[in-house]
Nanobody
């Protein structure tokens, strides 16, 4: 059974850092593009960052570029999101996503809350 389990969310002050993790199981992790999305209160879900199956390619939303870093460890079936210089506007529920387009596979985690507030 497919599982994506996010962890690492919490309450931090502006300027601080958090590292999110997403542990995957039940599918061939190393063959999937992995992404982090977020949904802020009253807003649509948006793509934050994505990483290719090998980790060779990444892309970021303009709003987080230079502050957030996505990475993956295919030996541990885990994808990470290092978030630095956090801002109140980064407050959202962060979701892990796994996609393999050629199979039409698309999996979601349950989300982890990140709150940035003084």
């Amino acid at each position: 059974q497919v599982q994506l389990v996010e962890s690492g969310g919490g309450l931090v002050q502006p300027g601080e850092s958090l590292r999110l993790s997403c542990a995957a199981s039940g599918f061939s992790f190393s063959s999937y593009t992995m992404s982090w999305y977020r949904r802020a209160p009253g807003k649509e879900r948006e793509l934050v960052a994505a990483i290719s199956s090998t980790g060779a390619s990444t892309n970021y939303a303009v709003s987080v570029k230079g502050r957030f870093t996505i990475s993956r460890d295919n030996a541990k079936n885990t994808v990470y999101l290092q978030m630095n210089s956090l801002k109140p506007e980064d407050t959202a529920v962060y979701f892990c996503n796994a996609v393999r387009r050629e199979f039409g596979s698309n999996y979601w985690g349950q989300g982890t809350q990140v709150t940035v507030s003084s």
